[in-house]
Nanobody, 122 residues
Framework: VQLQASGGGLVQPGGSLRLSCVAS????????MGWFRQAPGKEREFVSM????????FYADAVKGRFTISKDNAKNTIHLEMNSLKPEDTAVYYC????????????????WGQGTQVTVSS
């Protein structure tokens, strides 16, 4: 599976952004897709995932209630709506795909998209 991420940018605290990730060249039937993020000097951390079959969603505690993940089966695309953004959300966000049982461990992901920068600053 190849992943292509888009979205991100610079936003003020309290603002919103939307990330998207398109999957191609592979089967998603056993996959979960989602997002990790990595801030400077920190390890990559889980943000959110959604199972391709069933649409089961998980969120990191730090983003619960503010971020919403969704999928569009017809377009093999997932979206991450990020609201009430905080400076601590600043990071490079990576789209990933892996067997649903592998989440949320980044070392077990099968595919990665390129990172997209999200900066929350006034």
């Amino acid at each position: 599976v190849q992943l292509q991420a888009s979205g991100g940018g610079l936003v003020q605290p309290g603002g919103s952004l939307r990330l998207s990730c398109v999957a191609s060249r592979g089967s998603l039937s056993r996959e979960g897709m989602g997002w990790f993020r990595q801030a400077p000097g920190k390890e990559r951390e889980f943000v959110s995932m959604i199972s391709w079959i069933g649409g089961i969603k998980f969120y990191a505690d730090a983003v619960k209630g503010r971020f919403t993940i969704s999928k569009d089966n017809a377009k093999n695309t997932i979206h991450l709506e990020m609201n009430s953004l905080k400076p601590e959300d600043t990071a490079v966000y990576y789209c990933a795909a892996g067997d649903t049982e592998a989440w949320p461990r980044p070392e077990r992901m099968d595919s990665w998209g390129q990172g997209t920068q999200v900066t929350v600053s006034s």
